[in-house]
């Protein structure tokens, strides 16, 4: 069982390059969340989507940006790295979303080093 | 703002003895409540939950409590075992609050043997 695959696990970037970060899943979930978690804190929603074609921001979305053509794929786009995009990312999906209590499935995370 | 708080970082206990994680919230609006476990280089993976409309959820060795009117609620581990050694984050949600699930900080708990 794959469940929710992230790719790369590890990253370094210089600022102002580019990069996405792939997050796929294998459940056939409708909703798909992107997360990140600073050291020391809980994990902040940056984007989500409630099926393909559909995205909304979460709490903390500037300067990413998303797009979900299939079920499957969710990736993250980072257009320009600053250092304060440093964190570790992880994508995560559900069946039915947090609106109707339903859990969250991780991926084991990327962490990226913006130098 | 920090609308969900886990004011100890950190947490050791012996084996077989219990835990007791805790977590305040100060959002009113949360009606869900979720408890996730995460071990280092890997991602959270969900442990129990409990919706507004109780006030205990038990799972095996896992018992939430929560106590609506002092915003609060505990995650107990009996008896608490090395393999539960991890980060352990508190997580809310409120009807019509979107998909936004919002984080604690997490407390990181350490069994000795």
């Known amino acids: 069982n794959a469940g929710v695959t992230q790719t790369p696990k590890f990253r370094i970037l210089k600022i102002g390059q580019s990069m996405t970060l792939q997050c796929t899943q294998d459940?056939?979930?409708?909703?798909m969340y992107w997360y990140r978690q600073d050291p020391g804190m809980g994990l902040k929603l940056i984007y989500y989507?409630?099926?393909?074609?559909?995205?909304d921001k979460g709490e903390v979305p500037n300067g990413y940006n998303v797009s979900r053509s299939t079920t499957e794929d969710f990736p993250l786009r980072l257009e320009l790295a600053a250092p304060s995009q440093t964190s570790v990312y992880f994508c995560?999906?559900?069946?039915?979303?947090?609106?109707?209590?339903?859990?969250?499935?991780f991926g084991s995370g990327t962490q990226l080093s913006v130098l | 703002d920090q609308q969900v708080k886990q004011n100890s970082p950190s947490l050791s206990v012996q084996e077989g003895r219990i835990s007791i994680l805790n977590c305040d919230y100060t959002?009113?609006?949360?009606?869900?409540f979720l408890w996730y476990k995460k071990y280092p280089a890997e991602g959270p993976t969900f442990l129990i939950s409990?919706?507004?409309?109780?006030d205990k959820n038990e799972d095996g060795r896992f018992t939430v409590f929560l106590n609506k009117s002092a915003k609060h609620l505990s995650l107990h581990i009996v008896p608490s075992q090395p393999g539960d050694s991890a980060v352990y984050f508190c997580?809310?949600?409120?009807?019509?609050?979107?998909?936004?699930?919002?984080f604690g900080k997490g407390t990181k708990l350490t069994v000795n043997p």
């Open positions: 995560a999906s559900s069946p039915r979303g947090t609106q109707l209590n339903e859990k969250l499935f």
């Open positions: 459940m056939n979930h409708n909703y």
């Open positions: 989507s409630v099926g393909a074609g559909i995205t």
């Open positions: 959002n009113s609006m949360f009606d869900y």
């Open positions: 409990i919706s507004s409309i109780k």
């Open positions: 997580a809310a949600v409120s009807e019509g609050g979107s998909e936004k699930l919002v």
